[in-house]
T-cell receptor
């Protein structure tokens, strides 16, 4: 079945450092790919998405590019802030129905 | 404002009792979902519904039940048959259809603790 693999956390960075969170997927067909963010005690918020190969999703300084050849969708940000501390989930939506398959999440901790 | 409302935010249940979590959306979405999140883990799909009066089991449906009598409502009942119900429960919705780019939106979640 479809699956998503994320790098294990926590990822600990200083403010203004460069961020990469790796995400790879296994899926049949051409899934859509998503990054969601979860702040403590809250639900998930969509951060960005890409619906086809080579698409780049971006939002709030975060970017991720849909790489079909490497089945990857790595999340990047050039300069993180303390307020970016959260758990980040990579996900894909299968083509048969709109349910999401999630990775296990990666906790990001940014210190001043 | 449009969105997904889950209630209650926090709920305590005694062992052997059923409890129902509410989920209401005013986004006019056809599809709705329930996910469970355990500490330090990803989300697992419990049930989903593509349209009113229809729903399907997800990956971990045992011990749970749902109904979809109205488009905007998708309540989840955690029954006494659920062996380890303490978790964070997330309701979500999306436009249905064949477009794989549809976004799934989440509610704020409900914390259930069995005491």
């Amino acid at each position: 079945g479809d699956s998503v693999t994320q790098m294990e956390g926590p990822v600990t960075l200083s403010e203004e450092a460069f961020l990469t969170i790796n995400c790879t997927y296994t899926a049949t067909g051409y899934p859509s790919l998503f990054w969601y963010v979860q702040y403590p005690g809250e639900g998930l918020q969509l951060l960005l998405k890409a619906t086809k190969a080579d698409d780049k999703g971006s939002n709030k300084g975060f970017e991720a590019t849909y790489r079909k050849e490497t089945t990857s969708f790595h999340l990047e940000k050039g300069s993180v802030q303390v307020s970016d501390s959260a758990v980040y989930f990579c996900a894909l939506s299968d083509q048969s129905f709109q349910k999401l398959v999630f990775g296990t999440g990666t906790r990001l901790l940014v210190s001043p | 404002d449009g969105g997904i409302t889950q209630s209650p935010k926090y709920l305590f249940r005694k062992e052997g009792q059923n409890v129902t979590l509410s989920c209401e959306q005013n986004l006019n979405h056809d599809a709705m979902y329930w996910y469970r999140q355990d500490p330090g883990q990803g989300l697992r799909l419990i049930y989903y519904s593509q349209i009113v009066n229809d729903f399907q089991k997800g990956d971990i449906a045992e011990g749970y039940s749902v109904s979809r009598e109205k488009k905007e409502s998708f309540p989840l009942t955690v029954t006494s048959a659920q062996k380890n119900p303490t978790a964070f429960y997330l309701c979500a919705s999306s436009l249905t259809g064949q477009f794989s780019g549809n976004t799934i939106y989440f509610g704020e979640g409900s914390w259930l603790t069995v005491v």
